[in-house]
């Protein structure tokens, strides 16, 4: 056998037992604190480089609405391909997906880092959704993100009408005050 014939055997010997690419399976983690229509952190630390897909899940016991989610990497560890709400029955995206936010903003923004965020979003009472974090790990030093998700309560209509109704004892009153 050739020296060149036997590399060649090697190499391809090598090739049967390396590791294969594919799909990260989802892991699953819990947002406990949005159930009280409050704020909850989210994130995952790796230990090197690969796929993860990350699937942070909750359920409220009312409606209620995302003020906003952020997620935070840096650029050059970590790259994010996808960042949204997804209701659990069906798995289909609810709202708008994130779009990653500028490196000018002064309020979010560091030199190297990556921001995600979506926001505006209605969620029912009773119903299981998932906050889906997907990307690939790109130091194989290991590396991490982190992000908030920020929920509120939903206004009863009974709600808008106490405060249609002090608003007009308020016009009333006013008026009343200057025809005097």
């Not at 014939?5 to 594919?22: E, K």
């Not at 947002?31 to 993860?52: C, E, K, P, Q």
């Amino acid at each position: 056998m050739t020296t060149k014939a036997a590399l060649a055997a090697i190499a391809l010997t090598a090739s049967m037992f390396a590791p294969q690419a594919q799909a990260a399976t989802p892991v699953d983690h819990a947002l406990v604190n949005l159930i009280d229509f409050n704020s909850d952190n989210l994130g995952n630390s790796f230990a090197g480089a690969g796929d993860f897909s990350d699937h942070f899940t909750f359920t409220t016991d009312a409606s209620a609405y995302i003020t906003d989610a952020l997620l935070h990497t840096v650029k050059t560890e970590v790259t994010i391909s996808s960042f949204g709400l997804y209701l659990a029955s069906n798995n289909s995206l609810v709202g708008s997906s994130a779009i990653e936010v500028s490196e000018t903003d002064s309020s979010v923004a560091q030199a190297g880092s990556g921001y995600w965020r979506f926001s505006g979003v209605n969620i029912a009472a009773n119903t299981d959704y998932y906050v889906a974090v997907n990307g690939s790990v790109l130091s194989t030093s290991g590396t991490a993100y982190g992000g908030t998700v920020f929920i509120t309560a939903v206004p009863e209509p009974e709600t808008y009408a106490m405060l249609l109704g002090g608003l007009g004892i308020m016009a009333f009153l006013a008026r009343r005050r200057k025809a005097a």
